[in-house]
């Protein structure tokens, strides 16, 4: 299953998608697909994990922009729920589309 996360959606700041509940997967990859041609390339993204889809913590999986136009990164053993959050620069943003590939 793959599901888009975030579509067109404009960055900036602390970000983080929807969370998704995976409890069913046992591997899954983010695809974020950077849009726009001059996105900073100091921002840095973290797959995180939940029990409940409310509290998080990071996983320890991050995915740096440094020009690419798509990043991506493939966690499993993960437990319940997923999520990408980051943090961009002040005064920068990424025009993004996120996808969440999830396999049993």
Not at 59 to 72: F, I, N, P, R, V
Not at 89 to 103: D, E, M, N, T
């Amino acid at each position: 299953m793959t599901a888009v996360v975030e579509r067109n959606t404009r960055w900036e700041g602390e970000v983080a998608t929807e969370p998704w509940e995976v409890g069913w997967a046992s591997e899954a990859i983010f695809f974020v697909r950077i849009l726009d041609q001059d996105a900073p390339k100091t921002a840095t993204l973290r797959i995180q994990v939940s029990p409940d889809g409310m509290e998080w913590v990071d996983e320890g999986t991050c995915l740096s922009h440094d020009g690419e136009s798509l990043l991506w990164a493939r966690v499993s053993h993960f437990g319940g729920w997923l999520r990408l959050a980051g943090s961009i620069p002040p005064g920068q943003h990424l025009q993004v589309i996120v996808y969440l590939s999830l396999k049993e």
